[in-house]
């Protein structure tokens, strides 16, 4: 872990814009560079509903664990972004999990590669609770995070438990993102369950393809980009929790989230849950 520091700490480059990063500044936050807003326009300026499909995925999240910690489950592994600095107090993902639980508290790792919201991250979330951890780490490598000492310290590994797959766009490999999700199946208890989410651009127009494909290569290159039947090919196997893989303001709504839900296609992203035998 202290050599992948080192190698994230000179990876850090204000002038190139970082996904975990836009989504903080989507989300208000202060965990971001120039080059992130600049990004987070340039979208905006093509498809001005970019800002709110950031702020979609964020609804989409707390869903998601809501829902799971509603069924019970009191420990999750949140491989993200998932602490953007622009939530309301009381409205990170530890917090929706607390709040769905009533009486156990639930025990949180955040795993973390961009070294400015690592740093965010672990010092203004891990000294205000003791059930929290902020872990260096990245799913490209994911044996490595996995065999990781917080990990497998300060979670019950025989206990259910959450995973939640954020940063999906850095796997541009299909055949080691399903060796990742195989790991995940292999190392998580039984009763556990897997979340995941991916950018597609299946809602974008035809006409406007092209144009985006560049934009893409020039701000945020690498991003992973993904159709329905792609994803679906990942999940093949696991069995989902309904309603199964949608655009994510269509799982779960609850009649308070409102990004994209007039457009749920707009958000481009899909998300699924899928429940571990």
């Known amino acids: 872990m202290r050599q992948r520091a080192i190698r994230n700490l000179a990876k850090l ?3 190139h814009a970082r996904l975990t990063r836009v989504l903080d500044a989507a989300a208000g936050g202060k965990n971001h560079f120039v080059a992130d807003r600049d990004v987070m326009r340039r979208y905006d300026q093509a498809a001005p509903i970019t800002t709110t499909a950031a702020r979609a995925v964020l609804q ?11 069924a019970g489950v009191d420990q999750f592994v949140i491989v993200g972004s998932g602490v953007p600095s622009g939530l309301p107090p009381g409205g990170q993902l530890h917090d929706v999990a607390r709040d769905a639980l009533g009486g156990p508290t639930p025990r949180v790792v955040y795993v973390e590669s961009d070294p400015m919201v690592l740093a965010g991250a672990r010092a203004t979330i891990e000294p205000i609770s003791d059930l929290v951890r902020v872990v260096e780490g ?14 497998q310290t300060f979670l019950d590994w025989d206990r259910p438990m959450a995973v939640l797959l954020l940063s999906t ?7 080691y993102f399903q060796y990742v999700i195989k790991r995940i199946r292999q190392a998580v208890p039984e009763r556990s369950y897997l979340s995941l989410m991916q950018t597609t651009f299946d809602a974008v127009p035809a006409e406007l393809l ?22 679906e090919a990942l999940l093949d196997g696991l069995v989902l929790v309904d309603p199964g893989l949608v655009w994510v303001p269509d799982w779960r709504p609850d009649g308070h989230d ?16 899928a429940a571990i035998p």
């Open 258 to 273: 409102t990004a994209c839900v007039q457009q749920p296609s707009a958000s481009g992203n899909y998300g699924a849950v």
């Open 169 to 175: 766009y850095s796997l541009n490999d299909d055949e």
């Open 13 to 15: 480059e204000p002038a």
């Open 138 to 151: 990245d799913v490209g490598e994911i044996d490595e995070l996995l065999d990781d000492r917080v990990l």
């Open 60 to 70: 989409y999240l707390r869903r998601v664990v809501r829902h799971l910690a509603g």
């Open 210 to 231: 092209p144009a985006i494909h560049d934009l893409l290569a020039m701000t945020l290159p690498g991003h992973a980009i993904r159709t329905r039947e792609e994803v």
